[in-house]
């Protein structure tokens, strides 16, 4: 696709439920990144793909967070038994392989609100 | 630890000024940085990268700086305008697992 796409935009779920996140990455491009951004604060690294596989999982929250991707393309991620902490922003985005000196693209964020 | 650092308080400057925000790094050398723009609800936009052999970069009114003595790279905005407030972040190469970290981000607000 011409940009890196994310569904849902928004999403208001109760907490103890279960939220599915999508990323649709640029076509052809090889890595593959989440991250989480709450209110007024930074970006916090979640997971890097490279390809299929994940050789950094180091920044999932808790194993309440899982993500994977299949095919090489589309990735989801997963929050299981939501809390009201996990309301933030996600992000993903993607780069075409991954190495050094690549550029970044961000998709517009999947907005998560636990209620 | 390795950390990027940025300066959280936000930076308010009136138009036509030169707006300058900082990045430090610390506990490591990387060989570039990246310089990102991101306004309120979007997902951040990649502006300029500087690798560690050069001194200066430039893009239009962006002009990125990068002393590897000082463990500092600069991001200056000439003839600032008020199109130009949104929070700038910075990111180092990402490590050898993959992982890719950014700065807290510095936001800027141009007065008209």
């Known amino acids: 696709g011409a940009g890196v796409s994310q569904s849902p935009s928004n999403k208001v779920t109760e907490k103890g439920k279960d939220v599915e996140l999508r990323c649709d990455p640029i076509?052809?491009?090889?890595?593959l990144y989440w991250y989480r951004q709450s209110l007024g604060q930074g970006l916090e690294f979640l997971i890097y793909f490279q390809g299929n596989s994940a050789p950094d999982k180091s920044g999932l929250p808790s194993d309440r967070f899982s993500a994977e991707r299949t095919g090489g393309s589309v990735s989801t991620l997963t929050i299981q038994r939501t809390q009201q902490e996990d309301s933030a922003v996600y992000l993903c985005a993607s780069s075409y392989d991954g190495s050094s000196g690549n550029t970044i693209y961000f998709g517009e964020g999947s907005w998560l609100t636990v209620v | 630890s390795q950390k990027i650092e940025q300066n959280s308080e936000a930076l308010n400057i009136q138009e036509g000024k030169t707006a300058t925000l900082t990045c430090n790094y610390t506990n490591y050398s990387p060989a570039y940085l990246q310089w990102y723009r991101q306004d309120p609800g979007r997902g951040p936009v990649f502006l300029l990268l500087i690798r560690e052999n050069e001194k200066e970069k430039r893009k239009e009114r962006l002009k990125v700086t990068f002393d590897t003595t000082l463990k500092q790279s600069l991001f200056h905005i000439t003839a600032s305008q008020p199109a130009d407030s949104a929070t700038y972040l910075c990111a180092p190469p990402p490590s050898n697992t993959g992982k890719l970290i950014f700065g807290q981000g510095t936001t800027l607000q141009v007065k008209p």
């Open positions: 076509s052809g491009h090889t890595a």
